[in-house]
Every structure is written in structure tokens, then in C-alpha cells.
């Protein structure tokens, strides 16, 4: 069969994509190869986002409702793309006769993440071309906020969960034999996002593991992110917790993971890259039930989940995150002693039995290799997709 090409576009030309879109690069459904703009790290606007704190456009973009950026995607003509067979727009919508298909996390990614009072009925009518073949949000959780969102008639066809994996580690064995049992948070390298650290749960994670210390022995924390002053300030005197925050390469990344034994990542977010890569190490996680994560992990199985007090309160009315308002933050310190709570009391769990961990670990493994989020299981969706998209 011939081959065929997909192009993987970010939102804007030499900006980089979320990790997981590069996994479509590396493990392309058969009969297609997926490229991309192979120079995004040296484009200065990628060199900037990296760089330097944007959560102040962030929120710019959020009460704004992204209008800017919608129009400019919206009907600024692609050039260059015809000698492709497929265009896959990551989280954003674009203007072309050529066959697309788009994912994202939650619907409002669409519109860079912000209030899409203003911005519905663009995207609505984008959403709704010929050229538009598939929309692929990643979880139920994302598919029910298209609904809540926009008016759905005659898209209903074109909407088709396709969730994201990582590859397999199928032949990795843990190498941890020092008798220290290691905890293991993993954030991001990305300097744009530093500030959003504190949505990532890392306060609780870190009291949480102060408390346990005063009962335990032999416990480390490793902290493998960029970090604030103010958690540097809060962790300097507190032994066996170990920050990395400077970039690692992937080996180093693969070492820690094969060294850890439990991966706490209690963040009000959706599922990341990090929880799924844990998993696929054979590491027990322990996450919050928020926003989709429910549908990864079964709680107590393959993993632990947390449910936070008043949930309600990170969420708007349609059930997506408010990440970038006040409230959402406010809510997130008002939770911080009860979640600190729940969080030291699933890592004491796991903490005082190896047999759980072993069993939790095995059979997260298993989710990343088998079943519905397991790599085969994605392509076999996107091959089908695709295929129908370019016939």
C-alpha cells in the first residue's frame, strides 16, 4: 500500500507542541509517516515561550477569549501544505480546502485555552467544513465539553475519542535494590509554565512527605522540574528530598524512573505525559479524580486516585478547568491541608507495602501496553481515521 504523509502542525510556525504529539512522529499508524517543522526549537518565538514566563498572556488570552488568535487561525490561508494527504492540527482550528483533523484536551484549547464566549461560533463554523474530517478529543471527559460548548448537529460523526499513549517499556526491570523507597514528581522543563507549578499538587507532595519522613526511614523525594524560589526556600533544610531542576537527558529521565517507586502526582489537571510514562515503568501513581483522570485509573487497581474537596470549584459551568482565574488558584490553597492529607495518606499505603505497590505498578503497565490506552489500540484508531479522511 502506498504511503502516505501526514503533516503535524502546531498552533503557530515554530511553536512547539505538547511531548505526546511527538509520539504520532515516532509511532505513526502503519502506511503513514508524520512529520513536522523539524526546526521548532530554533524558532525564536519557541525560544521565547521556553523561555520566559507567559502565564501574564496566558491569562491575557483568557479574558480576552483568544479573539485574536481564533481570527488569525481562523482565516489567514494555509500555504504550502499540498503536497501532503492529511493536515493534523494540534489544539487549534485552521482555514484549508485539504483534509484536516484536529485534537485537543478540552474543547476550550481551541481557543488558546481562554473564555470562548466570543470565539464558539468561529470555531463552530470551522469545526463544520467539508475539509474538517475528524475531531479527536482525548477522553470522554474532553468529548462531553464539545457538547456542553457548542451546538453539535452534524458534527456528531466526526467526533472520536483518541487517546494518547506512550511507548511501551516492555523490557524494563526496576533497579532498585538500596532499600530506600523513592518517590518521584516529574514537571515541566519549561520555563513559560514555572509559575503553574502550584496546579501540579507539588505543595502537598512536599508536606506530605515532610510529615512521613518524622515516621519513616529510608524515604527520598525526587523532584525532577523547574521550580520556584519559594519551593526552593521551603525544601532547603529538609533532608532526602533531591531537586533537579536543571534539563536531564533522556537516559537520566529513564534512570530515575527505573529507581523510583512511587510517583505521586496529585495535580488539578488533566493526565499528563509524566503519569502515563510512570505507568508504563511499572509505577504505582497516585492522581486526582479531576477532569477525565477517572477513565485512566481505576482506582486502588492501577493506581490511587484522590478526589479533592469541592471539585466544583476548579471547573466553570460547562465542567472545564478555570485554570487561569483567581478562584482557581484560591481554591487550590483553600484545599491545601485536607489534600495534603489525602495525598500522605496514599503514599503511607504504599509506603508500608511493597506487595501493593508491585501489583498497583504491574497493572498500570499493563494499561500503557494493552487495551484502550495502549499504543497498538491508538493507531488502530487513528489508521481508520485517517484512512477515511483521505479516501
Excluded at 514555572?194 to 505543595?203: L, R, S
Excluded at 472545564?320 to 482565574?325: E, I
Aim: with cysteine; charged share 25%; net charge positive.
Amino acid at each position: 500500500m502506498l504511503m502516505k504523509t501526514v503533516f503535524l502542525k502546531p498552533r503557530f510556525k515554530g511553536m512547539s507542541m505538547h511531548a505526546l504529539n511527538f509520539e504520532l512522529i515516532t509511532n505513526p499508524p502503519e502506511n503513514y509517516k508524520v512529520i513536522t517543522n523539524q526546526i521548532l526549537q530554533k524558532k525564536k518565538i519557541n525560544q521565547l515561550h521556553r523561555k520566559y514566563d507567559n502565564n501574564i498572556i496566558k491569562k491575557i488570552f483568557h479574558y480576552t477569549g483568544g479573539l485574536p488568535y481564533i481570527i488569525t487561525q481562523s482565516t489567514l490561508p494555509l500555504k504550502g501544505y499540498d503536497k501532503y494527504d492529511l493536515i493534523y492540527a494540534s489544539q487549534h482550528v485552521i482555514n484549508t480546502k485539504k483534509p484536516w483533523v484536529v485534537d485537543f484536551e478540552y474543547f476550550d484549547a481551541l481557543s488558546a485555552y481562554s473564555d470562548i464566549t466570543l470565539t464558539k461560533k468561529i470555531i463552530e463554523k470551522k469545526l463544520k467544513t467539508k475539509s474538517c474530517k475528524a475531531i479527536l478529543p482525548h477522553s470522554e471527559f474532553g468529548k462531553s465539553t464539545i457538547f456542553k460548548s457548542i451546538n453539535c448537529k452534524g458534527l456528531e460523526d466526526k467526533i472520536k475519542v483518541m487517546r494518547y499513549s506512550v511507548t511501551p517499556k516492555k523490557n524494563e526491570l526496576k533497579k532498585n535494590n538500596d532499600g530506600i523507597c523513592r518517590l518521584l514528581f516529574v514537571g515541566s522543563n519549561n520555563l513559560a509554565n514555572i509559575n503553574a507549578i502550584e496546579q501540579k499538587g507539588i505543595f502537598e507532595i512536599i508536606d506530605a512527605f515532610i510529615e512521613l519522613q518524622k515516621k519513616y526511614d529510608k524515604l527520598e523525594l525526587i523532584i525532577r522540574s523547574n521550580i520556584t524560589q519559594k519551593i526552593i526556600d521551603k525544601t532547603k533544610k529538609v533532608q532526602n528530598i533531591k531537586i533537579l531542576n536543571k534539563p536531564i537527558s533522556q537516559n537520566e529521565l529513564k534512570k530515575l524512573y527505573l529507581s523510583s517507586d512511587i510517583f505521586p502526582h496529585t495535580g488539578f489537571e488533566g493526565t499528563n505525559r509524566s503519569i502515563l510514562e510512570a505507568m508504563s515503568y511499572g509505577l504505582p501513581v497516585i492522581i486526582q479524580s479531576l477532569f477525565g483522570n477517572s477513565e485512566l485509573i481505576n482506582n486502588m487497581q492501577n493506581g490511587i486516585l484522590i478526589d479533592p474537596p469541592n471539585a466544583h470549584k476548579f471547573q466553570n459551568k460547562r465542567g472545564v478547568p478555570n485554570a487561569y482565574s483567581d478562584e482557581y488558584i484560591k481554591s487550590i490553597r483553600n484545599s491545601r491541608s485536607m489534600m495534603t492529607k489525602k495525598v500522605q495518606e496514599s503514599l503511607e499505603l504504599l509506603i508500608l507495602n511493597s506487595t501493593l505497590r508491585r501489583k498497583i505498578g504491574k497493572a498500570a503497565k499493563e494499561t500503557i501496553e494493552q487495551g484502550e490506552f495502549s499504543q497498538k489500540n491508538k493507531n488502530k484508531v487513528l489508521k481508520e481515521i485517517f484512512d477515511e479522511a483521505t479516501s
